[in-house]
């Protein structure tokens, strides 16, 4: 990994452009729809590059969430650190679009040319059971799941959830040394996701986004003009 978790700063710069594999709850609403959400327009005009991005990383959790990881990335890749990658750019043809693009970033993957396999890992940390973190960002994990199928056509793909529990722990109260310190392997949990046929349509999606971004050439904050 990058010291000092430099790559966020590349998921930041693709927000303007880009829908990424965390703007995946956006595309389900879309598709299931029809509509653009009143919630997902300040998202959709920092797309457009009305609004800057913001560096949501910044916050406490998040600098939580980003050692935790980059430690179970070397507690994964100690010994085949080659193989594994931290944070690649995955970028879509087949579901981008004119105005948008759909990219992902997914936390920690290892592409095994041996045996044809793509083992895509996304890491979560919380409180939250394992059950409960999966239906969460379920759709997050599909949008990983269908650019990797693109990008890999002839591989198998195995995406898979890491669940890192906190249950107990004060992330938010403890240094960074504290949480290095304190990190216990015995708290992950690594399932695979499984995906059944079309959990939304992507397509269908970017199209109509696409389609809204065209004529998309203000933003005003709220209902202030």
């Known amino acids: 990994m990058e010291t000092e978790f430099e790559y966020k700063q590349d998921i930041i710069n ?4 880009c829908l990424g594999s965390s703007d995946a709850k956006l595309l389900a609403q879309v598709s299931n729809s029809g509509a653009i959400p009143q ?7 920092v797309v457009k ?9 910044k916050t406490r959790a998040m600098r939580c969430g980003d050692i935790i990881e980059n430690l179970i990335y070397q507690n994964l890749a100690h010994n085949v650190e080659e193989q594994y990658q931290s ?29 044809n396999t ?3 890992l996304e890491v979560k940390t919380t409180q939250e059971t ?4 999966r239906a969460e960002y379920y759709a997050q994990l599909y949008v990983h799941n269908i650019i990797a199928m693109e990008l890999y056509p002839t591989y198998k793909i195995d995406v898979k959830l890491v669940h890192y529990s906190t249950k107990g722990m004060d992330l938010q109260n403890m240094t960074d040394a504290e949480i290095v310190d304190s990190f216990d392997p015995t708290r992950i949990t690594v399932r695979k996701c499984k995906f059944s046929g079309l959990n939304f ?10 389609r809204y971004l065209e004529t998309l050439d203000c933003y005003f904050e709220g209902d202030e003009i």
Not at 49 to 57: A, H, K, N, S, T
Not at 130 to 133: E, I, N, R, S, Y
Not at 201 to 210: K, L, S, T, Y
Request: net charge positive.
């Open 39 to 45: 919630g997902a327009k300040k998202r959709l005009a």
């Open 87 to 115: 944070n690649p750019l995955w970028v879509s043809k087949k579901y981008s679009r004119k105005n948008v693009n759909l990219i992902s970033h997914p936390d920690i993957v290892r592409v095994d040319a041996q045996n």
């Open 14 to 17: 693709t927000r303007v452009g």
């Open 49 to 57: 590059g009305l609004v800057e991005p913001q560096d949501g990383f």
């Open 130 to 133: 394992f059950d409960a973190t």
């Open 118 to 120: 793509v083992t895509v």
């Open 201 to 210: 349509d992507v397509h269908f999606a970017m199209d109509r986004i696409d």
